[in-house]
């Protein structure tokens, strides 16, 4: 990607060159017979008119050259941005282990066979085998009569160290711990039925496990998201399934660049997060967190580039999208996609991401400031010991069960976790699946942004305004309804678990958004009667390095300029608890 920057850039010498504008930088680069032109993405001048304004954004040509001419580009033209236009990688967990592996003995390798039924011997067609031996694995994906075979050099039966087995739909994943193979015969792998662990499901339709524990589950019906745009930047989303069918109001194809590409998901990872934020209230199936938001699906997988994600950030700027939802990734940053995102923040779209599943340091742009960081947990029984996701718990886990998985990403950038293990949701093209991946922690949390911004008050009153000042207080009160989370490492949870009763209480109880006036009044005057000695003062927080309890946690949170609405719950049960409330407080401005 090459651009050119409106401000001057320093040379070698530390001399500024001159900027150079759109129609010479493309003559340039349409001269260069060692460059070739893909494509163009026009830019955006400051938004001098917003009550905040918008930074400038350049437009890019997208070329092909060899990474000498880019250099050599470079040193000739310092004015320029060049940049690579790096391959994004989807936020999916992997079973495959990711232990270095070993040296394997010397010998032709062995292909194994494997034959994968359902309990009642039926045949389970396009299920994922993954064998991983000593060195690099291998996979096979069985056919209509359930069987597969996968080769695997320089391997032996003795060698093999695990089988795991990921059905496309219907069935929960298994795994196989030092397997004793045949060579010679079929080796069967029998599944357990979704349906089985579900009673009722799918002819009865459930909340998942994640939505429980964020407390999604317990908002009353009329809390649905509506009048808010979400958009999905993933593989696109299968609009034809059951439960998405009129769910996802447009989109974009940014791979085959077809009109409705999006509605097509081939690599089934933009459907189960597209379910969890507004899979439809049918009374089967699953549901979705924010049914009646307007859902957006931006198709970049499986192809997509840093310059394809810019293009749907545009896309989402175009049409005012309150949430983004980011299933991709990448190692490496880019400057002009950390611009974008800023640029997206100042015209009001939020974008949450997930922090990546390589067991590593959190991916970019989950490493941006100016986004809202999700990694994943998971939760011991809510998945058979037998399958694959049994395989990630790892570390402490909390009295509820919680863990953090071995492939979440972590670091000082996780802004807080969601569920991300043994996830149910749709697959295409009219199944279901549960899959694990910090792509469906982040759009649990999207979900309940969603559900903020339609019903949380603030957003009618104070912060209503399409800007970056709304993004941060999204951001901040999200962040201020977790749940903490003991789990070793506070780079693997951040904040904590969201809790959608916390965060939409003063909605709950009919207390309208308040104004920045009235809030400092309530917190005078609760410093007030605390200084009396008419209220307790709230518990301080316990010494860095223990672990905090849950008052001393909401005590922290009101410190980092929680709203209000929270030391007004907090005066309210003081005062219920010494006998001067006997019912729950009336709306203040009824």
């Given at each position: 990607?090459?651009?050119a920057?409106?401000?001057?850039?320093p040379?070698?010498?530390?001399?500024?060159?001159p900027p150079?504008?759109?129609p010479?930088?493309?003559?340039?680069?349409d001269?260069?017979?060692?460059?070739r032109?893909?494509?163009?993405?026009?830019?955006a001048?400051?938004?001098?008119?917003?009550?905040?304004?918008?930074?400038?954004?350049?437009?890019?040509v997208?070329?092909?050259?060899?990474?000498?001419?880019?250099?050599?580009?470079?040193?000739?033209?310092?004015?320029?941005?060049?940049?690579?236009?790096r391959?994004?990688s989807?936020?999916d967990?992997?079973?495959v282990?990711?232990?270095?592996?070993?040296?394997?003995?010397?010998?032709?390798?062995?292909?194994?066979s494997?034959?994968?039924?359902?309990s009642d011997?039926?045949?389970?067609?396009d299920?994922v085998?993954?064998?991983?031996?000593?060195?690099?694995?291998?996979?096979?994906?069985?056919?209509?009569?359930?069987?597969?075979?996968v080769a695997?050099?320089?391997?032996?039966?003795e060698?093999?160290?695990?089988?795991?087995?990921?059905?496309a739909?219907?069935?929960?994943?298994?795994?196989?711990?030092r397997?004793?193979?045949?060579?010679d015969?079929d080796?069967?792998i029998?599944?357990?039925?979704?349906?089985?662990?579900?009673?009722?499901?799918?002819?009865?339709?459930?909340?998942?496990w994640?939505?429980?524990?964020?407390?999604?589950?317990r908002?009353p019906?009329?809390?649905?998201?509506?009048?808010?745009?979400?958009?999905?930047?993933d593989?696109?989303?299968a609009?034809?399934?059951?439960d998405l069918?009129?769910?996802i109001a447009?989109?974009l194809?940014?791979?085959?660049?077809?009109?409705?590409?999006w509605?097509?998901?081939?690599?089934?990872?933009?459907?189960?997060c597209a379910?969890?934020?507004?899979a439809a209230d049918?009374?089967?199936?699953v549901?979705?967190c924010?049914?009646?938001?307007?859902?957006?699906a931006?198709?970049v997988f499986?192809?997509?580039r840093?310059?394809d994600?810019?293009e749907?950030?545009?896309?989402?700027?175009d049409?005012?999208i309150?949430?983004?939802?980011l299933?991709?990734g990448?190692?490496?940053?880019?400057?002009l996609?950390?611009a974008?995102?800023?640029?997206?923040?100042?015209?009001?779209?939020?974008c949450?991401i997930g922090?990546?599943?390589?067991?590593?340091?959190?991916?970019?742009?989950?490493?941006l400031?100016?986004?809202?960081?999700?990694?994943?947990i998971?939760?011991t029984?809510?998945?058979?010991?037998?399958?694959?996701?049994a395989?990630?718990?790892a570390?402490?886990?909390?009295?509820?069960?919680?863990f953090?998985?071995r492939?979440?990403?972590?670091?000082?950038?996780?802004?807080?976790c969601a569920?991300?293990?043994?996830?149910?949701?749709?697959?295409?093209?009219?199944?279901?699946?549960?899959?694990?991946?910090?792509?469906?922690?982040?759009a649990?949390?999207t979900?309940?942004?969603?559900?903020?911004?339609?019903h949380?008050?603030?957003?009618?009153?104070?912060?209503?305004?399409?800007?970056?000042?709304?993004?941060?207080?999204l951001?901040?009160l999200?962040k201020?309804?977790c749940?903490?989370?003991?789990?070793?490492?506070?780079h693997?949870t951040?904040?904590?678990?969201p809790d959608?009763?916390r965060?939409l209480?003063?909605?709950?109880?009919?207390i309208?958004g308040?104004?920045?006036?009235?809030?400092?009044?309530?917190?005078?005057?609760t410093a007030?009667m605390?200084?009396?000695?008419?209220l307790?003062p709230?518990?301080?927080?316990?010494?860095?390095g223990?672990a905090?309890?849950?008052?001393a946690?909401a005590?922290?949170r009101?410190?980092?300029?929680?709203?209000g609405?929270?030391?007004?719950?907090w005066?309210?049960?003081e005062?219920?608890?010494?006998g001067?409330?006997?019912e729950?407080?009336?709306?203040?401005?009824?």
């Amino acid at each position: 990607m090459v651009a050119a920057p409106p401000a001057p850039q320093p040379d070698g010498a530390g001399m500024a060159a001159p900027p150079l504008d759109t129609p010479p930088l493309e003559k340039l680069l349409d001269d260069d017979p060692q460059v070739r032109v893909l494509r163009r993405i026009p830019g955006a001048d400051a938004d001098r008119g917003a009550a905040t304004p918008r930074p400038p954004f350049p437009d890019i040509v997208v070329a092909e050259m060899t990474l000498d001419h880019a250099r050599e580009l470079h040193r000739r033209h310092p004015q320029l941005h060049i940049e690579r236009d790096r391959l994004l990688s989807c936020a999916d967990a992997s079973p495959v282990p990711r232990e270095p592996a070993q040296a394997a003995p010397a010998g032709e390798g062995v292909t194994l066979s494997f034959l994968v039924q359902d309990s009642d011997g039926g045949p389970v067609e396009d299920a994922v085998v993954i064998v991983t031996g000593s060195r690099w694995p291998g996979h096979g994906v069985t056919d209509a009569s359930g069987r597969t075979t996968v080769a695997l050099p320089g391997e032996a039966p003795e060698t093999i160290r695990s089988v795991v087995v990921r059905p496309a739909r219907g069935f929960w994943t298994r795994r196989l711990d030092r397997p004793a193979l045949a060579p010679d015969r079929d080796n069967l792998i029998t599944l357990d039925r979704l349906a089985d662990s579900f009673e009722g499901f799918p002819a009865q339709q459930m909340f998942g496990w994640g939505q429980q524990a964020m407390q999604l589950h317990r908002l009353p019906p009329t809390f649905r998201g509506a009048g808010v745009k979400v958009a999905i930047i993933d593989s696109g989303a299968a609009a034809a399934h059951p439960d998405l069918r009129g769910e996802i109001a447009a989109g974009l194809d940014l791979v085959d660049r077809g009109q409705r590409g999006w509605a097509v998901d081939t690599v089934f990872h933009g459907s189960p997060c597209a379910g969890i934020v507004t899979a439809a209230d049918t009374g089967h199936g699953v549901i979705g967190c924010a049914v009646e938001a307007e859902v957006h699906a931006c198709k970049v997988f499986p192809t997509g580039r840093f310059s394809d994600l810019i293009e749907a950030l545009d896309y989402c700027i175009d049409h005012e999208i309150d949430v983004v939802h980011l299933g991709a990734g990448c190692s490496r940053p880019s400057r002009l996609v950390a611009a974008k995102i800023d640029q997206a923040r100042h015209a009001g779209v939020a974008c949450v991401i997930g922090a990546g599943d390589d067991g590593g340091a959190v991916t970019f742009p989950g490493t941006l400031p100016t986004v809202l960081t999700v990694a994943a947990i998971g939760k011991t029984g809510t998945f058979p010991p037998s399958s694959a996701h049994a395989a990630e718990v790892a570390g402490p886990r909390t009295v509820e069960g919680y863990f953090s998985p071995r492939f979440t990403c972590r670091g000082p950038e996780v802004d807080l976790c969601a569920p991300g293990v043994a996830v149910l949701s749709v697959a295409p093209p009219d199944g279901y699946a549960v899959r694990d991946g910090s792509s469906l922690a982040a759009a649990h949390v999207t979900g309940l942004a969603a559900l903020a911004l339609a019903h949380h008050g603030d957003f009618r009153n104070g912060f209503g305004r399409r800007d970056a000042a709304r993004v941060d207080h999204l951001f901040r009160l999200i962040k201020s309804s977790c749940m903490p989370l003991d789990l070793g490492d506070p780079h693997r949870t951040g904040a904590g678990l969201p809790d959608a009763m916390r965060l939409l209480g003063p909605a709950l109880a009919g207390i309208p958004g308040l104004p920045s006036e009235v809030l400092n009044l309530l917190d005078q005057l609760t410093a007030e009667m605390i200084q009396a000695g008419l209220l307790q003062p709230p518990p301080m927080p316990a010494p860095e390095g223990q672990a905090r309890t849950r008052p001393a946690a909401a005590a922290a949170r009101a410190e980092q300029g929680e709203s209000g609405h929270t030391a007004l719950a907090w005066l309210a049960e003081e005062m219920r608890m010494a006998g001067l409330l006997v019912e729950d407080p009336p709306d203040l401005l009824d």
